[in-house]
C-alpha cells in the first residue's frame, strides 16, 4: 500500500457521522488497529530496505575492489572495464541504480510512516472531537 492508498483509505474513515457519535466512539478501536498494522508494516519496509540497501553495498563495494567473473555472473553485475580506484569507489556506488531504487523504497516507507503517525494523532483525538460534538449537539437543543 502507497501514501496515496494511505491517503484515500484516510479519506473514507476519517470524517465523524454526527448521527451515530457513540457508534464513532465505539470505533475508534477499530480505526486505531487498523492504522496501527500500517504503521508497523511501513516500519518493517523501512527496515527491510535498509538491511538490503547495506548488504548490497557491501557486496558491490567488496566486486568493485576485486572484480571477478563469477561474482558479475551470479548477481548479474558486469565486470568494469577499467580497475576501480578505490577513491572512486564511493562515487560509484552513489550513482549506482540498483543502490538508489533500495534508497527511494526506504524514503517512501519514511514518507508512509510519517503519514501514519500524523493519522495516529488524529485517531487519539478523535474522542475529543466526538465529545465536542456531543457537547454541542446538547448546548444547541438546551441541555
Same mark, same amino acid.
Given at each position: 500500500?502507497?501514501?496515496?492508498?494511505?491517503?484515500?483509505?484516510w479519506?473514507?474513515d476519517a470524517?465523524?457521522?454526527?448521527i451515530?457519535?457513540?457508534?464513532?466512539?465505539?470505533?475508534?478501536?477499530k480505526?486505531?488497529?487498523?492504522?496501527?498494522?500500517?504503521l508497523?508494516?511501513?516500519?518493517?519496509e523501512?527496515a527491510?530496505?535498509?538491511f538490503?540497501y547495506?548488504?548490497?553495498?557491501?557486496?558491490?563495494?567488496?566486486?568493485l575492489?576485486?572484480?571477478?567473473q563469477?561474482?558479475? !555472473?551470479?548477481?548479474?553485475?558486469? $565486470?568494469?572495464?577499467?580497475?576501480?580506484?578505490k577513491s572512486? /569507489? *564511493?562515487?560509484? &556506488? @552513489?550513482?549506482d541504480?540498483?543502490?538508489?531504487?533500495?534508497?527511494?523504497?526506504?524514503q517512501?516507507?519514511?514518507?508512509?510512516? !510519517?503519514?501514519?503517525?500524523?493519522? $495516529?494523532?488524529?485517531?487519539?483525538s478523535?474522542?475529543w472531537? /466526538? *465529545?465536542?460534538? &456531543? @457537547?454541542?449537539?446538547?448546548?444547541?437543543?438546551?441541555d
Amino acid at each position: 500500500m502507497n501514501s496515496e492508498d494511505i491517503i484515500n483509505e484516510w479519506n473514507n474513515d476519517a470524517p465523524i457521522n454526527e448521527i451515530g457519535l457513540g457508534d464513532q466512539s465505539r470505533d475508534i478501536p477499530k480505526l486505531h488497529a487498523k492504522y496501527y498494522k500500517m504503521l508497523i508494516d511501513a516500519r518493517k519496509e523501512i527496515a527491510k530496505a535498509k538491511f538490503l540497501y547495506k548488504r548490497m553495498r557491501s557486496e558491490k563495494n567488496e566486486f568493485l575492489i576485486n572484480p571477478t567473473q563469477e561474482v558479475a !555472473d551470479q548477481f548479474g553485475w558486469e $565486470m568494469p572495464d577499467r580497475t576501480i580506484l578505490k577513491s572512486d /569507489i *564511493k562515487d560509484i &556506488l @552513489d550513482g549506482d541504480s540498483e543502490l538508489l531504487k533500495i534508497d527511494l523504497k526506504a524514503q517512501e516507507a519514511e514518507i508512509k510512516v !510519517d503519514l501514519l503517525q500524523d493519522i $495516529m494523532k488524529m485517531i487519539h483525538s478523535r474522542n475529543w472531537l /466526538i *465529545k465536542n460534538a &456531543l @457537547d454541542d449537539r446538547n448546548f444547541l437543543h438546551g441541555d
